[in-house]
């Protein structure tokens, strides 16, 4: 008898836990949807902040500025991580490799904003202005990792049967991994950047001295830019009602495109591998 | 032919290059930090890290009161969220009809996808609220002679901070302890069930015990994350540099000082002791998501054989 109360219970706080932890999910996820939603109209999209205390105006330089941001970002990241992936899962079975991919597991985990004093020491401080550079960086920081342990977990999946396939026919190791290799594993690495992307999207605290933000249209990548998270940060501790909304929709545009990534990722691996050789 | 050879060169060149690059990356890393930190090594040295004064205007800084506001938040979040990641863990993995588990388990992954700042808001406008209006007024009247409920509550304060930390690590969690419970061998279950275990003995004997040292490694791995957040902490725990053991009280810690005062830093000394805290925390950081992720892996791989 008291075995089974005790197990009533247990399986109780299970489920409540469960139910604990969804509870504030739904909770934002509806203060973002109503709202955001209320507040998101055309001129969010098309015309940058006004004066404080004035009514309107939108985060299109925000958008443009965190798009900005993340192309740069990409634009290193990706062929690095890639090209990491590549040699971790292609040629890293020795101690370089096992240390290598150590270091990259603890760069995953540094926290962000000590990336961005990072950033800062490495951008800001030569060029004495922040920049959309250093952004770029400090993002690029975070995506690294993401991309190289995909594609290395990608290449090796691949089976051994299509490789031996390969090197029966005589084909050399370059083409072996570019033609064959590479191929199979490509929903996999698709799938790691568009991972990564999704977890810069929202990231605010290495832009806070990288970035910066910037309440007008930037001109140059040598200048401080604006980013929607940093916008949101902004506005959401700001004494004014009309920024507190728009830092609601803010966020909704923000939650819809990091939701649209990953169900975006779901599908490839779902679908995408079932496609390929792979199972 | 010679084409060919050239070709495989510069590919496995290139391979290796980038890598070396990373690695060059972690060297730069190190040497930046620690020479950035250096005018606040010398000036300070070990005290630095006892002192509680932070003042800025006379150039006396001590991190104590960050050290022990990121410390303090982040193990009370643990205590609170490791409990509720087992359950959730357990749950979708033992007890959860199958059609059920993908679902839920999407959402509680999307707790981690939720972007800080918008936790940050969150615990602002609706989080604090509640917890100023209804929680803390209740807490004060009845717990009020515990020092963990004592003086005025504003709402915003450690007890937001930690609420919201509980629930941003909660994913992390309770994915790495379904990993380790996927690990257990089904023969453990059934043997536990044989020998007419109930349900929970037969996860409590069989999963739990077998799974013990992935568990710690997993809260070793959620507290990585915890010390480390900075924006939601820092839209919430009230920003004042104060040693209290008052869940009411506002707080600081050290993410949140360097993301509020970094570019406010007007001289050298200034900056580099933002620069130091940054580079405690990173090694804060580092210890317990490193030695974690040993133990994860060594456990994984070891179970299944």
């Known amino acids: ?279 | 032919m010679k084409k060919e050879k050239i070709l495989n060169a510069v590919f496995k060149g290139s391979a290796i290059f980038a890598s070396v690059v990373v690695f060059a990356m972690w060297l730069l890393f190190f040497f930046e930090f620690i020479k950035h930190s250096l005018p606040s090594i010398r000036k300070f040295g070990f005290s630095f890290l006892a002192n509680t004064v932070w003042d800025p205007v006379s150039e006396n800084f001590g991190a104590l009161p960050f050290i022990f506001g990121t410390v303090f938040s982040s193990f009370l979040a643990l205590l609170i969220s490791l409990p509720l990641s087992l359950g959730i863990a357990i749950f979708l993995n033992e007890l959860a009809p199958l059609w059920m588990r993908k679902p839920v388990s999407f959402l509680v992954e999307l707790l981690a996808a939720i972007p800080s700042v918008i936790y940050g808001m969150w615990g602002i406008f609706v989080l604090s609220p509640i917890l100023r209006n209804h929680v803390q007024p209740f807490l004060s009247n009845h717990l009020g002679f515990l020092p963990l409920f004592g003086g005025p509550y504003y709402g915003i304060g450690m007890m937001s901070a930690v609420l919201i930390l509980s629930i941003m690590i909660i994913p992390t969690i309770s994915s790495v302890c379904r990993e380790i419970f996927k690990a257990v061998p089904d023969v453990y279950r059934e043997t536990g069930l044989s020998i007419g275990a109930t349900k929970w003995e037969m996860i409590r004997i069989s999963v739990l015990q077998t799974s013990r040292v992935g568990i710690f490694a997993a809260a070793g791995l959620g507290l990585g994350r915890a010390l480390g957040e900075t924006m939601a902490v820092t839209m919430v725990i009230g920003n004042r540099p104060e040693i209290s053991f008052s869940l009411f009280a506002p707080g600081y810690t050290m993410a949140s000082v360097i993301a509020n005062e970094f570019t406010e830093a007007t001289t050298d000394v200034y900056l580099s002791a933002l620069t130091e805290i940054g580079f405690v925390l990173f090694l804060m950081t580092f210890f317990f998501s490193f030695i974690s992720r040993m133990i994860v892996k060594k456990y994984t791989v070891s179970i299944h054989t």
Not at chain 1, 161 to 185: D, Q
């Open chain 1, 1 to 279: 008898m008291k075995r089974k109360v005790m197990n009533n219970c247990a399986m109780a706080f299970c489920f409540i836990a469960v139910i604990v932890a969804l509870v504030p999910l739904v909770s934002i996820l509806l203060d973002i949807a109503i709202k955001g939603g209320r507040a998101l109209n055309l001129n969010f999209f098309i015309h940058t902040p006004r004066p404080s205390g004035e009514t309107g105006g939108g985060m299109a330089n925000a958008i443009v500025g965190t798009l900005t941001l993340i192309g740069l970002a990409s634009l290193w990241s990706i062929p690095l991580g890639i090209l990491t992936g590549i040699y971790l899962g292609e040629f890293g079975s020795n101690r370089f490799g096992e240390f290598l991919r150590v270091a990259l597991d603890v760069m995953g985990g540094i926290p962000s904003i000590v990336i961005g004093i990072f950033a800062y020491i490495i951008f800001v401080i030569p060029m004495k202005t922040f920049s959309a550079w250093a952004g770029g960086f400090a993002l690029g920081i975070i995506m690294l990792p993401v991309v190289a342990r995909t594609t290395e977990e990608m290449i090796r999946m691949v089976p051994l049967e299509i490789r031996e396939a390969a090197w029966a026919l005589g084909i050399t190791p370059f083409h072996t991994i570019w033609h064959i290799v590479l191929r199979s594993a490509v929903p996999g690495i698709i799938t790691g950047i568009i991972l990564g992307i999704a977890r810069i999207i929202g990231e605010t605290a290495p832009l806070l001295f990288t970035a910066f933000g910037n309440m007008f249209w930037h001109h140059s990548l040598n200048q401080p830019i604006a980013a929607l998270p940093l916008q949101v940060f902004t506005y959401a501790v700001s004494p004014y009602d009309d920024w507190h909304r728009q830092a609601w929709a803010g966020s909704f545009v923000m939650v819809l495109l990091v939701c649209i990534m990953s169900i975006i990722a779901r599908l490839i691996i779902e679908r995408g591998f079932t496609k390929t050789s792979l199972k």
